[in-house]
């Protein structure tokens, strides 16, 4: 009980010094600040097309999200998100383009597949190697992206585009819209699930336990009997799907098609949400949104008024740092709790 | 006044309250403490008696909700670690913890580099700085060896000139010897004396009466958060210090009863590595019923021969047979599914995981036991934890409470209750009472005796050389990686026999 409600408000702080922020950038790179704060702040809610879009860039970032909870549970780091959403969708697609007698839920078991099994790499390399995961993740996912990329240009590209990008899959298989026109779609409910498995995951069965215990102290999993190398590569396994799941569900629900870059750095700010969420399944949702709605903010301002997309970089990467230095946040929680004396 | 300033305590610390808001447990309720300058200070009690509490309040690692703290008379307000530092206080905590990684030297320079250009670190000035505490306190390490590799007294003395050369003037020990063995806390004893001599003043927590008369000139007791006795002028006796702890003195002793002729254990010419050596050939065996004591330096390789036998060792050679079967190769959950139970030396990085709740520390062994079908029964958890936390006498608030909020002997309970109650048909125990007051050693030891009577076997390290000889049917000593004697039960058997037969074997000079 009370952990919940000390991320409240170490949440509400960050949520807090994210839009001040946001405030003083604008302030200080618009002609019109005022203008651009009301699209900034409200924009993203103001009408149903921008907040279907809003709440449906959120659905990869809960995945990468859940990702990278799954990994830092038990541990492991997994830098590789992007590489493993990237490379997953990829294969996913792919085969939702070109086979006859496909299905929305091959697509997603491909991709998820195909992440899970890079992210499984890093924990081998990591098991017999003893290379850090930290490094092989993130170099690999470094790699994966370059390859990725020279697919979506030159085998698989669709001669047609203007840009680098597949063809587009069948219709049939794509999510259907809940709040046209906007990009929101029914993958939304498979995301809320995932966070829902995954907490009963974490909590309550024997695996979260085994994954709870290697994560904080792994010489007393070993202790106990617990099959730590297991557990590593188990849960970089569930990690990488998750990251491929997100990306695949992404194009089913939006794009129709793997377009070159699509990813705005799900895997990344994946890693940012689990930070905010502090590895709490649950909270990824919240966190997921905060980040999306930042990113909203942004574009519709940049339509609206003249706010470039850059502002949301900094933005976001005011809030990397944020929770990088979420220890002094924590204190001043903290601080101020002992002021009022709770 | 050069008088007056020498009279004057030169830390008082006056009706200290402090409560911990997590666990609701008032912790000190109105302690006193008044240590004079340049003596060493013991401060007494059982496990949760606040000992602890009181010395990280007055280090700035916890704050106090009210109370008064003297420095040399002046009132002062101790906010953080830092502020402590600078008035000269500083900790030597009860779980050593040094980057295994480091060197000495780096561990010791750690927090305060010297710089050089600014930027860089200058080795040599930091070498020739420690070198200078070294020579002035009469402490010395290796500087260039990693932690890892330093048995527990030098990771220990490590510790201690980190404190000396960050500037303390007010050391505190917490229990110090509960890791050390016979002759280490001899050792031991002669530096907090060399650091009286600089000039230091030394405050010392034991729950240990007798240390505490030996080679302390003031002693103060607390019992459930408040002070109950600090020395004046003559001294107390032994039994007057345990009773005033609260101790009842029964003692429990093994009475020889003839165990069965049945082979638990039977290791032949076991060889494994250490970080400081190869060790082995060893063979011994273990009888249905027996408690085999197992004593050794740090540098003996006793503790990684628990260890290897536990399966948390790799070992290059020979055999380990249980109840017949082959176990050599077997992994930690093979061993464990066949009855091996563990009580490792470093309770806190092993044997615990602090974060997590007691619930789930306790459960280690049993988590498949109570779940179904992959998920956990959670009521069932709760009601076995509870059984364990009455029966063993954990201090605790709830099972969910996190371990680190537990106090270090009440944390020592959780992972005895958790391996004793899984009535192991082995149990490998390694110092299982270091860190308990007397009242809880003979609990502990009424516990592994009838562990003993329902048939189980015990191979227990301990470096408390009377725990042995109290509580062991049989003896070996280990010197060098090798085992060297061995000594059946029998009452004319001393401690200074056993003292004797450790040194024979060992080169005396190892211990200067
Ligand atoms: N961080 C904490 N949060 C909650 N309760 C705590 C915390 N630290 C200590 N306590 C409680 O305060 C009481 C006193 O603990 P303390 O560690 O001072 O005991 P101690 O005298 O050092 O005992 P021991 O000999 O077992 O180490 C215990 O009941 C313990 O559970
Ligand atoms: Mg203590």
């Known amino acids: 009980m009370r952990v919940e409600q000390n991320w409240l408000r170490v949440f509400l702080f960050t949520t807090i010094v994210a839009f001040v922020c946001g405030s003083v950038i604008i302030v200080f790179t618009s002609k019109n600040p005022s203008l651009a704060m009301r699209w900034f702040y409200l924009g993203p809610l103001s009408n149903g097309y921008f907040f ?275 220890r002094l946040v924590q204190f001043i929680v903290r601080k101020k709790e002992k002021i009022h004396g709770s | 006044m050069f008088l007056v300033s020498e009279m004057s305590p030169h830390i008082e610390m006056r009706e200290i309250y402090k409560t911990f808001p997590i666990s609701h447990t008032i912790a000190l309720k109105g302690a006193n403490l008044c240590v004079e300058r340049g003596t060493i200070h013991a401060l007494l009690g059982e496990n949760g008696a606040g000992k602890t509490t009181l010395m990280k309040i007055l280090c700035g690692l916890e704050r106090m909700d009210s109370g008064k703290i003297f420095l040399k008379a002046k009132q002062v307000s101790i906010r953080n670690h830092r502020d402590a530092l600078k008035y000269g206080i500083a900790m030597v905590h009860q779980n050593l913890n040094l980057i295994e990684d480091f060197t000495a030297l780096e561990n010791i320079i750690l927090q305060k580099m010297p710089p050089k250009y600014l930027l860089f670190f200058d080795s040599t000035k930091a070498k020739q700085m420690i070198n200078n505490v070294m020579e002035q306190n009469g402490i010395f390490v290796d500087l260039q060896k990693k932690a890892a590799d330093l048995p527990v007294a030098e990771r220990q003395k490590v510790e201690i000139l980190r404190v000396l050369y960050l500037g303390a003037e007010i050391l505190i020990f917490d229990e110090p010897t509960s890791y050390l063995n016979e002759l280490e806390s001899e050792q031991f004893f002669k530096v907090m004396k060399k650091l009286k001599e600089s000039g230091k003043t030394i405050i010392f927590i034991t729950h240990n009466a007798q240390d505490a008369l030996a080679v302390s000139d003031k002693i103060t007791i607390l019992r459930n958060g408040v002070t109950v006795y600090s020395s004046k002028g003559s001294r107390p006796s032994l039994s007057e210090l345990t009773l005033m702890m609260a101790g009842e003195t029964e003692i429990v002793r093994k009475q020889f009863t003839g165990y069965g002729s049945k082979k638990v254990l039977q290791v032949e010419n076991l060889v494994f590595k250490s970080e400081r050596q190869i060790v082995g050939p060893i063979s011994f065996e273990i009888k249905e019923g027996e408690i085999l004591g197992l004593i050794g330096f740090n540098s003996s390789g006793a503790v990684e021969l628990t260890e290897a036998i536990a399966g948390m060792r790799k070992t290059l050679n020979g055999k380990i047979t249980f109840h017949g079967k082959d ?50 029964k959670y009521k069932e958890i709760g009601e076995w934890s509870n059984k364990l936390i009455e029966e063993f006498e954990i201090k605790v608030f709830s099972p969910w409470q996190p371990v680190e909020t537990l106090s270090g002997g009440n944390m020592q309970r959780v992972v005895i209750a958790r391996e004793v109650r899984s009535m192991p048909r082995l149990l490998i125990a390694c110092d ?24 189980s076997s015990i191979l227990m390290y301990s470096s408390d050389l009377d725990e042995i000889l109290k509580i062991c049917d049989r003896i070996l000593i280990m010197s060098k990686g090798k085992l060297v004697a061995q000594y059946e039960k029998d009452p004319s058997l001393t401690k200074n026999k056993l003292i004797e037969a450790i040194l024979s074997n060992e080169s005396r000079a190892e211990l200067a």
Not at chain 1, 111 to 132: E, Y
Not at chain 1, 153 to 175: C, H, Q, W
Not at chain 1, 176 to 195: D, M, Q, R
Not at chain 1, 277 to 299: C, D, H, K, W
């Open chain 2, 432 to 455: 299982p009472t270091s860190g308990l007051d007397l009242r809880s050693v003979n609990f502990v030891h009424k516990k592994f005796l009838k562990l003993c009577e329902e048939g």
């Open chain 1, 52 to 326: 279907g879009n809003m709440l449906s860039g959120s659905i990869p970032l809960i995945f990468t999200g859940l990702a990278a909870v799954i990994a830092f549970c038990a541990g492991t780091f997994n830098l590789g998100l992007e590489g493993q959403l990237y490379f997953g969708t990829l294969w996913g697609t792919f085969v939702a383009i070109n086979l006859t007698d496909t299905s929305t839920l091959l697509a997603m078991l491909i991709a998820f597949s195909v992440g899970a099994l890079i992210g499984a790499l890093c924990g081998l390399l990591k098991i017999v190697l003893k290379v850090d995961e930290l490094l092989s993740s993130f170099l690999i996912s470094l790699a994966l992206i370059h390859i990725t990329d020279y697919f979506l240009n030159n085998p698989l590209r669709d001669p047609l585009a203007g840009l680098s990008a597949t063809k587009y899959v069948k219709e049939s298989i794509m999510f259907s819209k809940i709040l046209p026109p906007s990009n929101l779609h029914s993958g939304i409910f498979i995301a809320v699930t995932a966070v829902f498995l995954t907490y009963l995951l974490m909590n309550f069965t024997t695996f979260g336990y085994q994954i709870k215990v290697t994560g904080s102290n792994y010489e007393f999993a070993r202790y106990g009997g617990i099959k730590v190398y297991r557990v590593w590569l188990s849960a970089l396994f569930l990690s990488g799907g998750m990251a491929g799941l997100g990306g695949m569900i992404d194009v089913l629900g939006v794009h129709g098609r793997m377009i070159r870059g699509f990813s705005f750095g799900y895997g990344f700010n994946g890693i940012a949400v689990a930070l905010i969420a502090r590895n709490n399944p649950i909270f990824v949702i919240p966190a997921a949104l905060l980040f999306s709605y930042l990113e909203m903010g942004t574009q519709i301002s940049s339509i609206m008024a003249d706010i470039t997309p850059e502002i949301s970089k900094i933005l976001q990467a005011t809030i990397f740092y944020l929770i990088t230095a979420e």
């Open chain 2, 327 to 376: 176990i050599t190769e077997k992994d930690m959950a093979e061993r464990r599914k066949l009855g091996v139970g563990y009580i490792p030396q470093k309770k806190t990085q092993v044997g615990l995981s602090t974060k997590l709740p007691v619930a789930e520390n306790l459960i280690i062994n049993k988590y498949k036991e109570l779940s179904c079908l992959g998920w956990l």
